[in-house]
């Protein structure tokens, strides 16, 4: 493709989740839920010119499928930093069988951005990585090639 032209496919999932924001003054320190939507974009210069893809910059399906398979992750689970929760809290929660993501960063839709897109970096050439907390707020990440 002729003067920096680009193709693109884009895919979302939603996942439930609940989190906090260590260390915010205001409602977010609190344990609150979400209906998170991703938005990935993926981008290539060429299509595929062989094989049953022939014309694509993937299948559809296997983009869907590896988002996918990083959103179920998150699904009705505890989004925390690592070691945001005292060890008897965090405990008594994994004692109670509770699903507890620990990242280790803070888990706002900024930086959940950030890691989504290197998730899926290392399958495919990313755009851009929408999170969606709410319908009317996203954050985005895109990165050096973005």
Known sequence: IEGGKMYYLKTEQSFDSAHFLHGYHGKCANIHGHRWKIVATIKSRDL??????????????????????????????????????SKNLYQALIDENFKIINLPFRPTAENLAKYIYELLAKTYDVDCIDVYETPNNCASYRGKNG
């Open 48 to 85: 595929l010119k062989e094989s049953q893809n022939e014309g694509m910059i993937t299948d559809f399906k296997d983009l869907k499928k590896d988002l996918k398979a990083i959103t179920d992750n998150f699904d009705h689970a505890l989004i925390i930093e690592e070691n945001s929760l």
